[in-house]
């Protein structure tokens, strides 16, 4: 007979309830954890009686944790942070090239210099696995914070974060973003005020994106008028095929268009002021004493010192 322990902490439970505070959603965490509903409902009931008090409650139609659900969220989250603090001291005693990496990529970056870094060091360490993943910002989040990924390449800062501390990062390159226009009047110009970039409609970043919400930003603290928006895609080679064969306009990393000087009728100018971002590695403390992991860093370290992160953007392009 299980004990009131194994009947609250098994992995699935934990998993069940986790997924429906993240929610507030029995139907969408149902359908994410790939169960149905009545399954979801009868776990978290399971969970209630064993507990002895409801986790959760109803206001209209809105779900909401009671204070018992508050207590057993914190719990869960100090377990998980026990689990992956005890698999982390695990794997520092393990081979530096041997074993998986899992990275976790912005879908919004240009993968282009990590994709030729990963075949070099699959030459290198042929019995040391990568594996990246495309993911939103609120994926790569969640994947840290459960362990599912080692690291993660994206754009700092993060406002969407409010909690730092049990994460360390790691700068790659500083980036600016770029205004992409058609408009020859505009041509000559190098850096282009806010408010002269609306008149044309634009192709961007879906909502939630990290440079969606940093062009929002933008323009809110210029008092300037948001451009009318006619497409959404998650990669900067989308925008641009897209922003070129329609005429619309759309901001993307310096670094992406790097190399891309000749593309007919389509200009690029700085915004004034300009917008910088970093992209960097993220991961959480204690991850980069992992020898795989160091030596995985380093070794990116010195790919990039032979040629930096432009240069070899660049030398990719021109292959």
């Known amino acids: ?160 974060i409010k909690n730092w501390k049990p994460y360390e990062s790691k700068k790659i390159i500083s980036d600016d973003l770029l205004f992409i226009h058609h408009d020859e009047q505009l041509a000559k110009k190098h850096r282009i005020k806010f408010k002269d970039t609306t008149a044309n409609v634009w192709a961007m970043y879906p909502d939630g994106y990290y440079l969606n919400q940093t062009i929002h930003e933008a323009y809110k603290n210029q008092l300037a008028d948001f451009p009318k928006g006619v497409a959404n895609f998650t990669t900067p080679t989308q925008l641009l095929h897209f922003s070129m064969q329609t005429g619309a306009s759309t901001a993307l990393p310096n670094s992406f268009m790097v190399g891309q000087d000749d593309l007919p009728n389509t200009w690029t100018a700085h915004f004034d002021p300009n917008i910088r971002f970093d992209l960097a590695f993220v991961f959480r403390k204690g991850k980069a004493e992992i020898p795989r992991i160091s030596h995985f860093l380093a070794q990116f370290d010195r790919y990039l010192h032979t040629d930096d992160y432009i240069s070899r953007l660049k030398q990719l392009r021109n292959k």
């Open 1 to 160: 007979m299980k004990t009131k322990q194994e009947s609250i902490f098994s992995s699935k439970t934990l998993t069940y309830f986790l997924q429906l505070a993240e929610t507030m959603n029995y139907t969408q965490a149902a359908q994410i954890l790939g169960i149905t509903q009545p399954a979801l409902t009868q776990q978290i009931k399971k969970l209630e009686r064993t507990v002895g008090a409801p986790l959760f409650y109803s206001v209209g139609k809105k779900l909401r944790l009671s204070d018992a659900g508050y207590t057993m969220l914190d719990a869960t989250h100090k377990i998980y942070a026990i689990l992956n603090q005890a698999t982390d001291e695990i794997q520092q005693s393990t081979s530096a090239t041997q074993g998986e990496i899992n990275i976790g990529l912005l879908a919004s970056v240009e993968d282009a210099v990590f994709e030729d870094f990963a075949i070099l060091s699959y030459q290198n360490n042929p019995e040391l696995k990568i594996s990246f993943h495309m993911l939103t910002r609120k994926e790569i989040w969640e994947r840290l914070e459960n362990n599912k990924i080692d690291l993660a390449i994206m754009y700092l800062p993060d406002d969407s």
